[in-house]
């Protein structure tokens, strides 16, 4: 892919749904410029209020130059032939035209402080980020490939877990991903993942807990059973900090909590312990 | 009144077998001959069983799946030739939900691991209506490194709603636990069945199904969600349960085809219940033949077949794994 | 060694200091005969009480028939010159001639329900159980030599930590030991323990909760920290069930809790999991 | 009062401290020549500090290893090219008692894992006093893991009284978490360098000193048990902790004689909190020189040359190991 994927992918900015130019910080209430908050990574320059991230904005912000998309043929269908209101089909056009993704995922590789990486990136606005059989495809793509290339792999997950919508052929990306992982990192590559708000369900439970290093970005909310589940079951309300980056940090579950505006430079740190050879420029 | 549909028609199949065992009571004390009544009231018992069970929707299937006298873990475990409970993740809890250790299956040795749902309500409040902790996963994990590092066959049995959902399960990383346990199965290089004995639940049954064979019973239920889970998140209505059942594929005959399943163990009219040694007999049969086939293979080519196996399940192009029942 | 070896070793029983023979039991009172005592492996027949072993009893409840010791000749020594009321010399003479043991282990090879097996048996009896130089050295060459063989190895633990008198060449012996049992276990052979009462300090801490499979007697004592230092720390008495082989199992500490009459039934099905080849008689 | 002696004895020094410094403000503010009296004043200032501290018994260096204001393992840590804490055990909770992860040691990459107690009160209570819970341990293991599948060297810092004795660190399985520990280092294939900073107590020092260089603070002590452990458990009289630590041959000089360690770093006059900066710096030097010198060596001789180390360690006829001082 050219050099200028950057610019016209990014013209597309998050939240994508609301097309004015002024943004309201939902937690602060703080009314933002579209353009300023896009240039603070879309977070909230008055709370620090991390707003969800699309996909490409993240690769955009992570990478140096360069985003080379692999398994972008690889496109979703209805094993199920699944409809309710609507047909799958027709759900999976309309997230496509809204997001401008064609899946959850986009997979590829690029260099990140000059370090060669495999970078997977889940986006919520496909889909609710949920995992159906061509997001674990290309993940599972991705870490095969990463492990020919012997380069790190980087993971920004974000889901709400399996994708009802393909059934168990959904689930079994589990396996698959899980898979590739295991065969990945049994060679001894560096396998980083960083959650984001939210990665829930069968993307937590599989992959993304599998990860050598474990970053979140500030307030995710990470956790297996989704909050309404939870609540639903004990019924009684959860204390807002439950399932948070943070709450996860003080039980031992993750590494570190990162802020948006320092995860790169954070990120670049991490992979001069992991493979200690830039390449050069 | 039941929850459960199964249990419910059950009901009046009740008092026609009294009748019958009445009838063959006072035949047998009698001079009169009452073989043809007796025929007669049995052949509309098997009719009415036909009519009832012959052919079940997959919301049917569901609530067999959860039979309460469905057979349990334990009721396959037990028939083993032999058996030694392991207990506990070595880290903080033994979780009644699982149930697993070493055992012999026909004068094979193995690891067996069961989710293991109570059979009657203390026993459910016990074993957590068989949704395992963080700690069962763990515990399980632990059981499958072991059978690796000794040799022996995992063979697992599922049945569980889900993974635990409470408030201790995450603050001890439930997704952490399932995500090792899967590895775990991806990775051990020994030959690995499970079996799919009742409900299916999501990742929550993954964690112990990764395997190279995988057997499931004719009425079980495997799914990526629980039909009111998957009602609930799609269209905020659980009492939608029954189309969710419907259109999630979770029954055995649409597993086979996907290739989820390997293997359909046929169940007795009426569910496994009412034939429970029959039903045991044949599944452990199943996977004695299963075991003694992977046995054959290295680790090497084990785990290179089960990496395939996974890589090409839910392969985006094939269109050829749409069910023939419901193409269009 | 000869088949003669169990007889005149079993002469002496346990408990050793009560020469009398009636024995009462600490937990439900009752006077047991000393022959009955012994003929019940040393469990009252009224409460299921287990009293502690000695050593050789041990062994003798548990094998076929012969049983050959190794590295008898590897005898303690004073190497810190240790003396307070008594010097360390007097004490490990005292023990030696109380316990008939020269260390508080003894190893050695046998069968048990016809499988070979390196087996270790501790003694509280001697020092209490405390691991020193040749304890260490003992159970290393214990995994040595199975780890040629390729035979599954039991260890009896029972043991009050490492040996004070003996300093810091005492708590070496859990790197060495520990460094025997990862190479045995590594080659793919089974280890399992048997934790007795008690099993506490740098043997719980070290070799004993290495195994493969962590049985425990009924009612053993098991812990890192002695129940003393704990309260004294807590400033509260802990409930009687803290730190019994029951509250382990219930954390899932161990994985199984056998009465000492069955043990060795239940030793020899473990064994036929893990060998699946016993010799022929 | 405090209860640590050298404190105590520093107390009077301050004394004379301020009077040094005094007379130095004065002697620069006055055309007065009082360097004769200045140097007399230092010259008696270090004749009581070699008085004081010039040869410490086994129970002073106990005192001293725990002086509160001893460099603590993140005194060294920060003096790193470069760190990056990771956390947490996976599975229950992060314990603070222990820190670790990746840093840069000269341009080197290593995992650095450091037993951490309060610098303060507040921060006592927070870090346990530097006593680890089996979570800690299980960080520790996490983390060595991690560097061996990495080929990351791995360096520790050794400062605790022992492994927490609570409650839930038995319910936890406190031996289990050690025991791990000890094995993971006993196999970790990259190069571990140890150093004792502090107070090394039992099997909750050792589960981080399993390594293939162990250095020691001239004043540390590295012990089987506490003074006052040892002493309470050998005659029920904690009060007799200074002979126990006189007996226990806990002093750097003992344990080198030993071969239990590798290499003193010694301490300036007064212990290492009097020249933090520099102690830390020749500690330093010394970790990277064994880094540097372990790193050459394959995986296999690593593992071969640790384990001889360890298996020679504690032999039962080496009479020779008996310290020289010692023998009669
Ligand atoms: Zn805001
Ligand atoms: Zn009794």
Redesign the interface.
């Given at each position: 892919m050219m050099r200028e994927w950057l610019p016209s992918r990014r013209a597309r900015e998050t939240p994508r749904n609301d097309a004015a130019l002024w943004v309201k910080c939902p937690k602060c209430g703080e009314v933002l410029y579209r353009r300023d908050l896009a240039a603070s990574l879309f977070v909230c320059t008055r709370c620090s209020y991390h707003f969800r991230m699309s996909a490409y904005d993240r690769i955009a912000s992570i990478v140096d130059g360069d985003f080379t998309e692999i398994a972008s043929e690889?496109?979703?269908?209805d094993?199920?032939?699944?409809?309710?209101?609507k047909s799958y089909q027709t759900k999976l056009k309309s997230d496509a035209e809204n997001s401008g993704l064609s899946e959850s995922v986009v997979c590829g590789f690029a260099t990140i402080g000059r370090f060669p990486v495999a970078l997977g990136v889940m986006d919520f606005h496909f889909r609710g980020g949920t995992m159906g059989?061509?997001t674990?495809?290309r993940i599972?793509r991705l870490f095969e490939e990463a492990r020919r290339r012997k380069v790190p792999c980087i993971i920004f997950a974000a889901s709400g877990g399996?994708?009802?919508?393909?059934?168990?052929?959904?689930?079994?990306?589990?396996?698959?991903t899980?898979?590739?992982?295991?065969?990945f990192?049994?060679d001894?590559n560096?396998f980083l993942v960083v959650l984001t708000d939210p990665t829930?369900?069968?993307v937590?439970?599989?992959?993304?807990?599998?990860a050598?290093?474990i970053v979140a970005e500030s307030k995710a909310m990470?956790?297996?059973?989704g909050r309404r589940?939870?609540e639903q079951?004990?019924r009684q309300r959860?204390p807002d900090q439950?399932?948070t980056a943070e709450f996860?940090?003080?039980?031992?579950?993750?590494?570190?909590v990162v802020d948006r505006r320092e995860l790169k430079e954070?990120l670049v740190?991490?992979l001069?312990?992991?493979v200690?050879e830039p390449v050069s420029p | 009144m039941s929850n459960n549909l199964i249990v419910e028609r059950e009901k009046g199949l009740v008092e026609l077998e009294r009748r019958i065992a009445e009838l063959r009571e006072a035949s047998a004390a009698q001079p009169l001959d009452m073989s043809a009544e007796i025929a007669g009231l049995e052949e509309r018992y098997q009719a009415i069983l036909r009519e009832l069970f012959g052919s079940l929707s997959p919301w049917e299937k569901v609530h067999m799946a959860r039979h309460p006298a469905r057979p349990t873990s334990l009721d396959y475990i037990s028939r083993f030739d032999r058996f030694d409970e392991l207990h506990g993740d070595r880290h903080y809890r033994d979780d009644p939900s699982i149930v697993g250790g070493f055992a012999f299956l026909r004068s094979r040795a193995v690891m067996v691991i069961g989710q293991q749902r109570g059979r009657d309500t203390r026993e459910n409040l016990r074993r957590n209506f068989g949704m395992p902790a963080p700690e069962g996963y763990r515990k399980t994990s632990r059981l499958a490194r072991l059978a690796s590092r000794l040799q022996l066959p995992v063979v697992t049995f599922v049945d569980t709603k889900g993974a635990d959902p409470g408030i201790s399960s995450e603050e001890h990383a439930q997704s952490e636990a399932i995500a090792v346990c899967l590895q775990t199965f991806a990775t051990a290089r020994v030959p690995i069945v499970a079996a799919i004995i009742g409900e299916g639940g999501s990742g929550g049954a993954l964690a112990l199904a990764i395997a190279d064979h995988v057997l499931m019973l004719e009425h079980s239920t495997y799914s990526v969600a629980s039909p009111e889970g998957c009602a609930a998140i799609l269209w905020s209505d659980a009492s939608k349960a029954e189309e969710a059942a419907a259109r999630l594929k979770l029954t055995a005959d649409d597993l086979r085809r996907f290739g989820v399943v390997d293997e359909i163990i046929v169940e007795p009219l009426g569910g496994a219940h009412r034939n429970a040694q029959d039903v045991v007999t044949r599944t452990l049969d199943a996977v004695d033949r299963s075991v003694a086939r992977l046995s054959s293979l290295s680790p090497e080519e084990l785990l290179d077949e089960r990496y395939e196996k996974y890589r090409r399940l839910g392969e985006w192009q094939a269109q050829s794994l749409q069910p023939a029942g419901t193409a269009q």
């Amino acid at each position: 892919m050219m050099r200028e994927w950057l610019p016209s992918r990014r013209a597309r900015e998050t939240p994508r749904n609301d097309a004015a130019l002024w943004v309201k910080c939902p937690k602060c209430g703080e009314v933002l410029y579209r353009r300023d908050l896009a240039a603070s990574l879309f977070v909230c320059t008055r709370c620090s209020y991390h707003f969800r991230m699309s996909a490409y904005d993240r690769i955009a912000s992570i990478v140096d130059g360069d985003f080379t998309e692999i398994a972008s043929e690889v496109l979703p269908s209805d094993p199920l032939q699944w409809s309710d209101k609507k047909s799958y089909q027709t759900k999976l056009k309309s997230d496509a035209e809204n997001s401008g993704l064609s899946e959850s995922v986009v997979c590829g590789f690029a260099t990140i402080g000059r370090f060669p990486v495999a970078l997977g990136v889940m986006d919520f606005h496909f889909r609710g980020g949920t995992m159906g059989r061509v997001t674990g495809e290309r993940i599972t793509r991705l870490f095969e490939e990463a492990r020919r290339r012997k380069v790190p792999c980087i993971i920004f997950a974000a889901s709400g877990g399996a994708r009802m919508e393909e059934g168990m052929l959904a689930l079994m990306q589990m396996a698959k991903t899980t898979a590739a992982v295991a065969r990945f990192m049994e060679d001894g590559n560096f396998f980083l993942v960083v959650l984001t708000d939210p990665t829930t369900g069968g993307v937590a439970a599989s992959f993304a807990f599998q990860a050598d290093v474990i970053v979140a970005e500030s307030k995710a909310m990470i956790g297996f059973a989704g909050r309404r589940v939870i609540e639903q079951t004990i019924r009684q309300r959860l204390p807002d900090q439950f399932q948070t980056a943070e709450f996860l940090l003080e039980k031992g579950a993750i590494d570190m909590v990162v802020d948006r505006r320092e995860l790169k430079e954070k990120l670049v740190r991490l992979l001069e312990y992991a493979v200690r050879e830039p390449v050069s420029p | 009144m039941s929850n459960n549909l199964i249990v419910e028609r059950e009901k009046g199949l009740v008092e026609l077998e009294r009748r019958i065992a009445e009838l063959r009571e006072a035949s047998a004390a009698q001079p009169l001959d009452m073989s043809a009544e007796i025929a007669g009231l049995e052949e509309r018992y098997q009719a009415i069983l036909r009519e009832l069970f012959g052919s079940l929707s997959p919301w049917e299937k569901v609530h067999m799946a959860r039979h309460p006298a469905r057979p349990t873990s334990l009721d396959y475990i037990s028939r083993f030739d032999r058996f030694d409970e392991l207990h506990g993740d070595r880290h903080y809890r033994d979780d009644p939900s699982i149930v697993g250790g070493f055992a012999f299956l026909r004068s094979r040795a193995v690891m067996v691991i069961g989710q293991q749902r109570g059979r009657d309500t203390r026993e459910n409040l016990r074993r957590n209506f068989g949704m395992p902790a963080p700690e069962g996963y763990r515990k399980t994990s632990r059981l499958a490194r072991l059978a690796s590092r000794l040799q022996l066959p995992v063979v697992t049995f599922v049945d569980t709603k889900g993974a635990d959902p409470g408030i201790s399960s995450e603050e001890h990383a439930q997704s952490e636990a399932i995500a090792v346990c899967l590895q775990t199965f991806a990775t051990a290089r020994v030959p690995i069945v499970a079996a799919i004995i009742g409900e299916g639940g999501s990742g929550g049954a993954l964690a112990l199904a990764i395997a190279d064979h995988v057997l499931m019973l004719e009425h079980s239920t495997y799914s990526v969600a629980s039909p009111e889970g998957c009602a609930a998140i799609l269209w905020s209505d659980a009492s939608k349960a029954e189309e969710a059942a419907a259109r999630l594929k979770l029954t055995a005959d649409d597993l086979r085809r996907f290739g989820v399943v390997d293997e359909i163990i046929v169940e007795p009219l009426g569910g496994a219940h009412r034939n429970a040694q029959d039903v045991v007999t044949r599944t452990l049969d199943a996977v004695d033949r299963s075991v003694a086939r992977l046995s054959s293979l290295s680790p090497e080519e084990l785990l290179d077949e089960r990496y395939e196996k996974y890589r090409r399940l839910g392969e985006w192009q094939a269109q050829s794994l749409q069910p023939a029942g419901t193409a269009q």
